[in-house]
């Protein structure tokens, strides 16, 4: 078996028409530059390596799930298998982004027909949900409503999701690919520094609690590394799920339980929401990149189509030319993902409720006349382009994981509570924490969410419609099959970090290891700051301030799950920025 070793000390460390352009010198816009220089993995060259495996591999941020991933396939299961596996285990083992009450998105990549297909398990609002339910008297963002309250949370679509998947694509029961789930939260395990300390920054929210406090704390506290963390109740419900399936959380016993517990706190959700669930299949976005193919989550989530955007306005710039995280590439890719930011808050949001102009976005043209206004020598400050009103809060407790088994299908999953531990509301005696996903939607026009994300109309709040995300799972396909698959998870930085993750594979050949290694830049068009990670240079910081950026240093963004496949070999990494996450394969 061939595990992942940590190291401690890696350092290494349509519409934006209305970007106004100062007198400089902008980007030639120029036909795609074809095909970077194929990069052969020199172990020479290479300060980190990836994993290597040749029969299946799994990716994901909790060793413990991991393990469950791998012996599932060990065991003759599919990616499908593994993948529901591990969604199960991670609600146990990675309780502040693994869930059940919460939802996301799975990208299955079926060898034999040689299609991908976009699974959305996003939560729905409830059908008492409505357009101005997060403000105050005064019309105001009343603080915390969309986040700390029974309000903040959507119908959850995890369980649904993962029994779709496992009875359209899997080939194990679940009974089996959930029972080492139960074990784990029936016996327990030892907290990690990790998981100690995403416990003692949630305090407050977790605090208020009851239920929740009966699962994660001891003495008043919140447990410690070294604890015992044992969760019978959660055990229970998914002996209920093993038993009658996703009907028994959406209509039986847990159904009741998160209902009365909505009851009890002023909350929306019913009886009939949860019945009304629904999993839909998606058609993936689709792009190319010198010569690849990008397939990707499509609305309710951005990330998809904003990957695929940015990469067509760099697709004709040679990056490998400029040099890896130099002062050109870094403004270029700046500026591009400036852009894309500013589109998603003006044209994304639920399909099935919004018209999202998803071939425009997405169109190579488009990007051509976005880049070909583009100054690079100063850049232009994003409040020129519209207002916005930044909030500092932020967090990236989401959670993505990539699975490759032995026969070429591929797997990526990213899911969500949205917050650290989501609302950090456990339901009843269930044990399953519920989201706050709600803040995902647009409170009010303008005003920016947890991630400081600006939101319009396309994503204010409506009764069963699904929060806008950012969660790009995604592949990257090279002849039809699979060569990358990934995702991250990190709120807004999800989407710079997944292109991110692409550009250094692609166009400076790294290895998973050393592509999930190198410092990450971040900006979001507002608030209008580069964000960046320890490890650039301070020669390349003066010159980008040069240019007009206001650099922000702050903590690390993302923890990308990446599996490679290269020849029929797989190479897997875990970023290194989540000390508990483990690639392992066979
Ligand atoms: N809750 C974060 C996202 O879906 O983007």
Redesign the pocket.
């Known amino acids: 078996m061939l595990i992942q070793i940590k190291r401690s000390t890696l350092v290494a460390s349509l519409a934006l028409a209305l970007v106004v352009v100062g007198p400089v010198t902008p980007v030639q816009a120029k036909a795609p530059v074809a095909q970077m220089p194929q990069v052969k993995y020199d172990y020479n060259m290479d300060i980190f390596h990836p994993v290597i495996a040749h029969n299946g591999m799994v990716a994901t941020e909790q060793h413990l799930a991991s393990a469950i991933g791998l012996d599932i396939l060990k065991k003759g299961g599919n990616a499908v298998d593994a993948a529901v596996g591990i969604g199960f285990a991670l609600a146990v083992a990675l309780p502040n982004a693994g869930n059940l009450g919460g939802g996301g998105f799975m990208m299955v990549h079926d060898k034999d027909s040689g299609q991908t297909i976009a699974l959305d398990f996003?939560e729905m609002a409830p059908a008492k949900a409505s357009r101005d339910m997060y403000l105050d008297e005064q019309g105001n963002v009343a603080g915390g409503r969309s986040l700390y309250t029974h309000l903040a949370v959507g119908v959850p679509g995890t369980v649904a999701g993962m029994e779709h998947a496992l009875k359209k694509w899997g080939s194990m029961p679940l009974e089996q690919v959930i029972q080492p789930a139960i074990d784990l939260a029936e016996n327990g395990y030892i907290v990690s520094n990790a998981l100690a300390e995403n416990l003692a920054a949630t305090k407050e929210s977790l605090g208020k609690w009851d239920t929740t406090k009966a699962i994660f704390f001891k003495e008043g506290e919140p447990l410690k590394a070294g604890d015992l963390l044992a969760q019978k109740d959660l055990a229970a419900s998914m002996r209920l799920i093993a038993k009658e399936g996703a009907a028994a959380f959406y209509q039986g016993a847990i159904a009741d339980q998160i209902v009365e517990e909505m009851a009890k706190h002023d909350g929306l959700i019913t009886k009939e929401d949860l019945a009304n669930y629904k999993v839909v299949e998606r058609e993936p976005v689709k792009g190319t990149y010198r010569g690849y193919e990008v397939v990707s989550m499509p609305p309710p989530?951005s990330?998809g189509i904003h990957v695929i955007q940015i990469l067509n306005m760099l697709e004709g710039q040679n990056l490998n030319e400029m040099g890896h995280n130099s002062a050109k590439a870094v403004t270029l890719m700046t500026e591009s993902m400036k852009r894309a930011y500013a589109d998603r808050s003006e044209y994304l949001g639920d399909p099935d409720f919004t018209k999202v102009p998803q071939k425009g976005l997405t169109s190579k043209g488009y990007a051509n006349s976005l880049v070909a206004g583009m100054p690079l020598d100063k850049v232009t400050p994003a409040r020129e382009i519209l207002p916005g009103k930044p909030q500092p809060y932020e967090s990236d407790q989401?959670t993505h994981y990539s699975v490759v088994d032995k026969n070429g299908n591929a797997v990526a999953v990213t899911y969500?509570l949205?917050?650290n531990f989501g609302s950090g509301i456990v339901a009843g005696n269930s044990g399953i924490l519920l989201n706050n996903?709600m803040?995902?939607f647009s409170a009010k026009p303008g005003v920016p969410n947890a991630?400081g994300l600006i939101g319009g109309d396309a994503n204010a709040v409506g009764p069963g419609k699904r929060?806008?995300?950012?969660?790009t799972p995604t592949l990257v396909l090279k002849d039809g099959k699979p060569w990358l698959v990934t995702g991250s998870p990190g709120?807004?930085r999800?989407i710079t970090t997944v292109l991110q993750t692409i550009v250094n594979s692609i166009d400076f050949g790294m290895n998973p290891a050393e592509a999930a290694s190198a410092p990450r830049f971040h900006h979001q068009w507002l608030p209008d700051e580069l964000r960046i990670e320890k490890g650039f240079s301070p020669d390349t910081l003066v010159l980008l301030k040069e240019k007009g950026y206001e650099i922000a240093l702050k903590p690390a963004m993302g923890r990308t799950q990446t599996i490679q496949v290269r020849d029929n070999v797989l190479y897997g990494y875990s970023d290194p920025r989540n000390p508990d996450g483990v690639t392992i394969g066979y």
């Open positions: 996003r989530s990330g989401t969500t949205n917050l996903e803040d995902d991630f929060p806008l995300s950012s969660m709120g807004a999800i």
